[in-house]
Every structure is written in structure tokens, then in C-alpha cells.
């Protein structure tokens, strides 16, 4: 319902009110209970963005009390978690239930600071569990695999992202369901969980569990991974744990106290690999090299599943594609170890006062009017009556510091309100704020908002950068008669970039200080795998202001600024037939040699090591097309790979280069180019005497007879290899696809 008045006048208008949702939308004030719930324990100065927190339910009597015998769409499917605003519904999963002791939820939280409130709603018949608590929704932030380790089947263990990675037993009932950390985990004893069939190139990981060893001994094996080699040691070939790759072991201190649960993380970036144990670094940081994730890949023993077996427990296993921060795995082992310390469950409430906001503040401003915007988003368990008071001084919670007023009498249904307020004067600020009451009392909206008479627009925006992670920025302004107060100004986001995988999700409200005439809005870009196109960011002035010119702004996010590369060639295929159809995603080759037509192609003009400042772009020079160099010959011709996104006739790239202080981009080494149904290419060339490289990063690489047989020589694309009663071994390459090129 949408309420909206002005002075002796009734008027029936539109309006529009941004309500946040993941994806399910219900009207939270019709459940009867609700537990607020907080994070004290977070470090101070943390702030972590969408971090699965556990949330441990159990009977009490505090408050109202939380009673099973309260869920009355049973067992569970009533069951809801919010933001602070008791609207914004939040991801969840249900990891077990026990009606007769604890129950273990996970909860995605957007923004986990100390200052965090979320709430936990219950107490409404008729409904079902939203998708998000089987979708892996939880688990979308960069989660490969996240084993609870409880038992699905006697002879299964579940992966909860969704992604099919399932755990399959050695026999059913081995390795065993025990009590753990969580809830629920697994016991090995000379047994082990195949997880083979899991890949991933993204070479970039934070392994993390929680790990109880019955034995010092050397050589067990929680965790192996056969491609690549990747390997997590409870007493490595020193006794000590341990993290092997492609080798030999990175050993950082002694094996914890056995018979005792202990958290251990592992981060793997580019060239380093540390190891936090109960969120604490440990021992020195190891070096590290890319390893892909593939072939046979086990919990509790060595990957052939036949020796090294782990004798002890494990319980919540997880393989992040990214490197998880100090204050993230710090997060992690509080919160599922201690989680007493780390949340407080505040007495639960019953829904009986009613519960209003003051929505995006005021729209359809004007030098004399404005559009006073709230919500009712409960009503509590009695009729109710809704005001709006304002002026140009805040009031704050007391009726009578208020100028004037407007009352919906009661009864009133939640739903949107709006008054217009008029005969204001120019270049001034105001404030408003709503209240509803019921019989129990009034609830004021959380706190008053404020507007301004004058215009507020945009100006000076700058783009951000993908590479270099190079912020962009937006000034917002407002004259400068009206600074004494600070002013929230709202605003929409739109564009073609994803906020929370291309960019840091905005607010969509900023504040200009007291005293101030500009606050700055900032666009972070956020780091990615693939190299992206370009994309754009649009912000419109929703509120709380006189819409200013202009109103409106768009801000790209670019891979280069390539128009400042000294250096610039148009590439075409026009010896590709006309009258053929267009190649998709085509690795196309490209031979680079010095010559002097036009400015020249000269190896001298490179600025940047050997060919960092290389780049290519589609015809629009502004997106960036994958690339990978196989061979760099000063003295001749250089082979490069580009992917053309759609080859016909008519195509033309451009190659960039003369650019200094620049480094080659993430995308010419994680081998996105091959990433179009290749299973493996090899250029071959020697990687070293005795092996050839795969050219894909899945990591299946060639191995010669011996040292130099076969022999590397000039071939159709720089080198490639001569055999003579000689071979190049790829046993442990494997595929189920059995259609192939």
C-alpha cells in the first residue's frame, strides 16, 4: 500500500522505493519471533565482505525464549535470517539439525564488522525453506569446494557450494561419522575420501580445515591433490606441517599437540605459500609456484588411496580460488571454534511494537517542496497509526521538538508513505523523520534524515583500471550556502559491470561532511581471473537534493589506458574467406618481426622488460583481448597467440607496445586464451631438456624419453621436436568428454 498526502489535498501518485533482497522476497514483520544477533568478537578493525559466519542455535529462555516448538512450518522451513534493516533477507544454509540440541546454520553476511547486527526470524506457518539454503548460494564467494563432513550417505560426504564435487568413502561407514568442531566429521583410520573429478585452473588457493591427528608420525596425509602435485602434511617428511608442491616439502614448524582440534589455513599466491594455524601465522613464509587442481585428489591419504593414510579427524574442509586474508582465516577459526566469544545471541523478541523506516530519504525536491518518503514495515500485533514530523531542526525521538507533523490515523497496513511538505523556503536544510505506534508504544524510524533546497550534482569523474586494481573516482557537490549540516545524498547504480565481482558493491549513498561542499564516491575495481572488457558504471541522483546538472554519470572500468602506449598496429584476416562463417573464441597466431613499414616494428621500442607493455585490443582499442607469447626473438620473428572473439574477414585488433613501468597482465601466463574446450596444447618446445609444457595450466606436461631425445628443433611456429626411436610420456592426463579434436 502507498500512502501519500499534502496539505487539504489526497493524492494518488507513484513512487519508487528501492527495497534490497537476496532473491526472495517476503514481508519478514509477518514472523512472530526474531533474535538480534552481533559480532563482538570480530577483530576491531576488520571488515570482511560477504564472510559465511556460523550461527549455533539452541533452546533458551532469555528473552521471549528460543523453543523448536516455536517453528510452525517444521522442521525448519520458517527459518530466516536479515540485515539490520529487518528487511534485507541474507543467504543460509542449514548444515544439521537437532530439534533436541544445537543446530548449525552458516550465514552469508554482506559487510562483518563489530559494529554488525543481523537477526534470525521464526514463527510462520505455511512456508518453505528459500532456495538459498540447497543452492551453494552461501558458498558463491570464491569457494571451489566446502565439505561440512558429515555423512550424506554411509558412503558420501556432500560438497555444499553446489558444485558437485562430492566426497565417495572408501567402504560405507570408513572413514567414520564422529562428533566434531561442527557438529559432525570424519575419523580415518588406513581409509580415505575420493574426491576425484574436482579441477580448477584458477592456480591461486587458501586450503583450510579443521585437523585432530592421533599420531606424531611422519608422512601423513590429510589432503593430496595428484596434478600438480599439491600436497597438505601432519608430520611431513620432517614431522613437522607441512605443504608440498610439484616436490619437495615446505615445512613450517612442529606437528601440533595430537588428540586436540587445531585450524589450519593455507595461503598459496603467485610465488609464496604461509600457513596460519588457530589464526595465527606459523612458521616462515615458503615459496610457491602455480599449481593447477586435478586427476586423483584425496582426504586422508596419499592420492592412489593406497598408503600414507591419515589417522585421525577432520571435520569442515574448504578450497577458496583466492587468497584469503589474515583477518578472513582469523575470522574463521573464532567464530567456528569460539563461537560464544565471537557472537552474541541477544534475548529473542516478539513482534509487538511496529517497526518503521524513513525508506531513501526525500524525493521530488524542490526550491519550496519535497516528497517525504517512509515504510511501514511492520504493523506489530496491534493496529497502528503512522506520522511524519519535520522542520529545519532535528527533533530526534521527541514529538514536541518538531515544526510540524502529519498522522495516518490508525488502522494502517505496512507499505509505503508519502507526504509532500511545502512552503519551504530555499537553500536550506531540513530534516524528517516517521514514526508508527501501536498499543505497545511508538518506534521512531533508526534516525532522522535530512534534505536540502539547493541543487547537488556531479563532476570530475575518473575512470578505474582492472590491472593495477587503479580506483576510479566521482565528486559530488553541493553549493556552498548550505555546509553547516551534513547531507546524505542517495543515489541508483547501474552499467554493465557486476558490483561484488567486477567492483566493490556500493552503498548507494554518500556523505558530504559539515562544512564541506564535495564528498567522493570511489569505484574499486576487484580482482579477476579473466581478462574482462570494458565496462561501465552509471550513478543517477536518487534523493535527499534538488537534481543538479548533471545528474547522471558514467565511469568505466578499463584492463589499460591504451591510448597513452606509444606504439600502436592494425591487425586484419583478410586471407580468411569471405564467404566462410565466423570463428568463435579462435586462438589466432601472430608473428611479430622488426620492420620498417609505416612508424615500424622494432624490438628496440619496447619499454617495458622483454615485451610487458605487449597488448591487443579489439577494433574499439579500448577491450583487451587474451594473449600468450610461446616464443620472443629479438634477433627474428616472436610467436604470439591471440584470441580473436569473433574472426571473419572483416576483423581487425590492434597490438600496443611502448609503454614503460608496466607488467605483462595476469592473462598471458593463467592461459584463459586456451580456455575454449581445450584439453591440452602443447607448442612444443622445450620447457626444459627433458619436458614440453601444456600450454592450457591443467598442467599436463610432457616428459622425454631422456634428456634432449626427442630433440628440440626449427619447426612451423619457432621450435617443435624430432623423434627418433624416442616418445614425450603424458600418462596421467584423463577425460570423460569422448568426443575430441
Known amino acids: 500500500m502507498k500512502n501519500i498526502c499534502k496539505p487539504r489535498t489526497l493524492l494518488i501518485v507513484l513512487s519508487y522505493i528501492a527495497i534490497a533482497c537476496t532473491g526472495y522476497a517476503e514481508d519478514l514483520s509477518l514472523w512472530h519471533k526474531r533474535m538480534p544477533i552481533t559480532f563482538p568478537g570480530c577483530a576491531e578493525n576488520g571488515n570482511l565482505t560477504n564472510f559465511p559466519a556460523l550461527i549455533i542455535l539452541e533452546e533458551t529462555d532469555a528473552g521471549t525464549g528460543f523453543s523448536y516448538d516455536a517453528f510452525l512450518s517444521p522442521p525448519y522451513g520458517d527459518l530466516r535470517f536479515a540485515a539490520d534493516d529487518k528487511e534485507t533477507q541474507l543467504n543460509f544454509e542449514v548444515e544439521s539439525w537437532n530439534e533436541n540440541g544445537k543446530s548449525y546454520v552458516w550465514v552469508k553476511i554482506p559487510e562483518l564488522t563489530q559494529d554488525t547486527k543481523i537477526y534470525a526470524f521464526w514463527g510462520k506457518a505455511g512456508v518453505g525453506a528459500p532456495p538459498c539454503t540447497t543452492d551453494g548460494s552461501v558458498w558463491s564467494e570464491n569457494y571451489l569446494g566446502v565439505w561440512h563432513m558429515n555423512d550424506v550417505t554411509s558412503t558420501t560426504i556432500k560438497d555444499a557450494t553446489g ?226 514530523y519535520w522542520g529545519d531542526v532535528d527533533g530526534g525521538v521527541d514529538p514536541y521538538l518538531w515544526q510540524q507533523t502529519n498522522t495516518w490515523a490508525a488502522p494502517q497496513s505496512p507499505g509505503d508513505f508519502s507526504y509532500t511538505a511545502s512552503g519551504l523556503l530555499k537553500d536550506t536544510v531540513y530534516y524528517y523523520r516517521f514514526m508508527a505506534e501501536n498499543e505497545v508504544g511508538p518506534t521512531w524510524a533508526t534516525k532522522t534524515s535530512g534534505f536540502v533546497t539547493s541543487e547537488v550534482w556531479f563532476e570530475e569523474a575518473s575512470d578505474a583500471l582492472y590491472l593495477g586494481l587503479v580506483p576510479g573516482e566521482v565528486i559530488v557537490r553541493r553549493k556552498d550556502t548550505v555546509t553547516a549540516k551534513p547531507l546524505d545524498v542517495y543515489y541508483s547504480i547501474g552499467g554493465t559491470a557486476v558490483p561484488g565481482v567486477e567492483y566493490e558493491e556500493l552503498s548507494g549513498v554518500v556523505t558530504i561532511p559539515a562544512d564541506e561542499t564535495t564528498a567522493t564516491i570511489t569505484i574499486q575495481p576487484l580482482p579477476i581471473s579473466v581478462i574482462p572488457i570494458t565496462k561501465t558504471i552509471e550513478l543517477e541522483l536518487f534523493s535527499n537534493c534538488i537534481k543538479g546538472n548533471p545528474s547522471i554519470v558514467t565511469i568505466k572500468i578499463v584492463v589499460d589506458n591504451l591510448p597513452s602506449w606509444r606504439k600502436i598496429m592494425p591487425i586484419t584476416f583478410s586471407g580468411y574467406p569471405a564467404n566462410k562463417g565466423a570463428l568463435t573464441n579462435f586462438p589466432a597466431l601472430v608473428v611479430l618481426e622488426e620492420t620498417s613499414d609505416g612508424d615500424g616494428f622494432s624490438y628496440t621500442d619496447f619499454l617495458s622488460g622483454e615485451y610487458d607493455d605487449l597488448r591487443f585490443a579489439t577494433d574499439d582499442k579500448l577491450t583487451p583481448l587474451d594473449f600468450e607469447v610461446e616464443s620472443w626473438n629479438e634477433n627474428g620473428k616472436s610467436y604470439v597467440w591471440v584470441k580473436i572473439p569473433e574472426l571473419t574477414n572483416s576483423t581487425t585488433i590492434f597490438a600496443y607496445w611502448g609503454k614503460s613501468g608496466v607488467s605483462a597482465p595476469a592473462y598471458t601466463s593463467n592461459r584463459a586464451i586456451w580456455s575454449e574446450n581445450y584439453l591440452g596444447v602443447w607448442h612444443m618446445n622445450d620447457a626444459t631438456s627433458t619436458t614440453i609444457k601444456d600450454a592450457t595450466g591443467r598442467g599436463f606436461t610432457g616428459t622425454k624419453k631422456e634428456a634432449g631425445n626427442p630433440q628440440e628443433v626449427d619447426a612451423v611456429i619457432g621450435k617443435g621436436q624430432l623423434f627418433n626411436t624416442s616418445y614425450i610420456d603424458l600418462t596421467g592426463m584423463t577425460n570423460q568428454a569422448q568426443e575430441y579434436t
Open 163 to 388: 558444485r558437485g564435487f562430492t566426497g565417495t568413502k572408501k567402504e560405507a561407514g570408513n572413514p567414520q561419522e564422529v562428533d566434531a568442531v561442527i557438529g559432525k566429521g570424519q575419523l580415518f583410520n588406513t581409509s580415505y575420501i575420493d574426491l576425484t573429478g574436482m579441477t580448477n585452473q584458477a592456480q591461486e588457493y587458501t586450503f583450510s580445515m579443521w585437523i585432530n591427528g592421533l599420531s606424531i608420525a611422519t608422512g601423513l596425509y590429510p589432503f593430496d591433490i595428484e596434478t600438480g602435485r599439491i600436497l597438505i602434511g601432519w608430520g611431513s617428511d620432517a614431522g613437522q606441517l607441512g605443504y608440498a608442491y610439484g616436490g619437495g616439502w615446505r615445512n613450517f614448524g612442529p606437528t601440533p599437540q595430537i588428540d586436540t582440534w587445531n585450524h589450519i589455513a593455507f595461503q598459496c599466491d603467485g610465488s609464496r605459500v604461509s600457513l596460519y594455524l588457530n589464526g595465527t601465522q606459523y612458521g616462515t613464509i615458503q615459496s610457491y609456484v602455480h599449481r593447477a587442481i586435478g586427476g586423483n585428489i584425496t582426504f586422508g591419504s596419499r592420492y592412489s588411496m593406497d598408503q600414507n593414510y591419515f589417522p585421525g579427524m577432520l571435520d569442515e574442509v574448504r578450497i577458496s580460488t583466492v587468497v584469503r586474508s589474515a583477518d578472513w582465516i582469523w575470522a574463521c577459526w573464532k567464530n567456528q571454534g569460539d563461537n560464544g566469544e565471537f557472537i552474541n545471541y541477544e534475548p529473542p523478541e516478539m513482534h509487538n511494537r511496529p517497526y518503521i523506516t524513513n525508506a531513501r530519504g526525500a524525493t521530488n525536491v524542490t526550491e519550496t517542496s519535497a516528497w517525504l518518503n517512509g515504510s511501514l514495515v511492520s504493523t506489530g500485533f496491534s493496529e497502528t497509526a503512522v506520522s511524519v
